[in-house]
Antibody
Framework: EVQLLESGGGLVQPGGSLRLSCAAS????????RSWVRQAPGKGLEWVGA????????YYADSVKGRFTMSRDNSKNTVYLQMNSLRADDTAVYYC?????????????WGQGTLVTVSS | QSVLTQPPSASGTPGQRVTISCSGSSSNIGTKTVNWYQQLPGTAPKLLIY???QRPSGVPDRFSGSKSGTSASLAISGLQSEDEADYFC???????????FGGGTKLTVL
């Protein structure tokens, strides 16, 4: 069974940092880009960023640019999201998803999500 | 404010046909393909329609997608109670250089 499993969420104070992980199992995802998509409580989906299959390229939403950094370790089939300078409006469930294709592609596999709460 | 515009809610009775619209611009829907995601209560989103009108394996043919100009639509025929969910459209945006989503439409089966 193909699975994406996020971990690393939790409660963090404003201005703090957190690192999320997204591990893939059941299939090698190394040739595929992966994205993070978040959903604030009771709100819609917001794309956060994407990293290419080899990790050489990254793309970020303006709302997180300069604060969040994506990386990947293909030997572990895992993608990371380093989140710094966290703000209250970063509170959300963070989903990891596989990108199938480029700009004409889509998110075909999703993880179950991990909750990040930014609060003092 | 989402880049793609969807109605916040839609409803129908079992067996009915409902459509959900998604409006964008020339930098996204006008030049890129549209995907739709279904999010059942308390679960992660799931791919429902890709590249405007393609269904992944396992998605019933009651679900269909279309695109015209800078707008797209999701149609659900033979509405069933298990279709009650949130539906999101998405596309790449050339101006923002990233993926954009609609605000989501909550479908209620009456």
């Amino acid at each position: 069974e193909v699975q994406l499993l996020e971990s690393g969420g939790g409660l963090v104070q404003p201005g703090g940092s957190l690192r999320l992980s997204c591990a893939a199992s059941g299939l090698t995802f190394n040739n595929f880009a992966r994205s993070w998509v978040r959903q604030a409580p009771g709100k819609g989906l917001e794309w956060v960023g994407a990293i290419s299959g080899n990790g050489g390229s990254t793309y970020y939403a303006d709302s997180v640019k300069g604060r969040f950094t994506m990386s990947r370790d293909n030997s572990k089939n895992t993608v990371y999201l380093q989140m710094n300078s966290l703000r209250a409006d970063d509170t959300a469930v963070y989903y990891c998803a596989r990108n199938y294709g480029d700009q004409e592609g889509f998110f075909d596999y999703w993880g179950q999500g991990t909750l990040v709460t930014v609060s003092s | 404010q989402s880049v793609l515009t969807q109605p916040p809610s839609a409803s129908g009775t079992p067996g009915q046909r409902v459509t959900i619209s998604c409006s964008g611009s020339s930098s996204n829907i006008g030049t890129k393909t549209v995907n739709w995601y279904q999010q059942l209560p308390g679960t992660a989103p799931k791919l429902l329609i890709y590249r405007n009108n393609q269904r992944p394996s396992g998605v019933p043919d009651r679900f269909s997608g279309s695109k015209s100009g800078t707008s797209a639509s999701l149609a659900i025929s033979g509405l069933q109670s298990e279709d009650e969910a949130d539906y999101f459209c998405a596309a790449w945006d050339d101006r923002l250089n990233g993926w954009v989503f609609g605000g989501g439409t909550k479908l209620t089966v009456l």
